[in-house]
């Protein structure tokens, strides 16, 4: 089991960046893969993206790719969405979310594949 804290969320102007973590608590961190997901207001919650147990793999949505990087350090337990070139669209609260996989290269994109995720942390991005 683990439980995962998102900070780094907050307001920023268009074209701006910021860097979202996701912190776990628990035991072998390391067997988790973990994605990233967001959910606007009025909308249903996107797929973002996804990194591999030991972080050798990811996989981000077109919309972001370019622009997000998701990357892990399994030894502080911690997964990261760095959010560059920001845009008004990408107003949305984001979740991480975390499954244990036996997959080294698992890289799951839909959300039931997750059993464990975070609170949410907002990001507001101003025209």
């Known amino acids: 089991q683990v439980q995962l804290v998102e900070s780094g969320g907050g307001s920023v102007q268009a074209g701006g960046s910021l860097r979202l973590s996701c912190a776990a608590s628990g035991r072998a961190f390391s067997l988790y893969a973990v994605g990233w997901f967001r959910q606007a207001p009025g909308k249903q919650r996107e797929f973002v993206a996804t990194?591999?147990?030991?972080?050798?793999?990811?996989y981000g949505t077109d919309s972001v790719k370019g622009r997000f990087t998701i990357s892990r350090d399994n030894a502080k337990k911690t997964v990261y969405l760095q959010i560059n070139s920001l845009k008004p669209e990408d107003t949305a609260g984001y979740y991480c979310?975390?499954?244990?996989?036996?997959?080294?290269?698992?890289?799951?994109?839909?959300?039931?594949?997750?059993?464990?995720w975070g609170q949410g942390n907002q990001v507001t991005v101003s025209s």
């Open positions: 979310a975390a499954v244990a996989i036996g997959s080294l290269d698992g890289r799951p994109r839909q959300g039931p594949e997750y059993d464990h």
């Open positions: 990194i591999s147990r030991s972080g050798a793999n990811t």
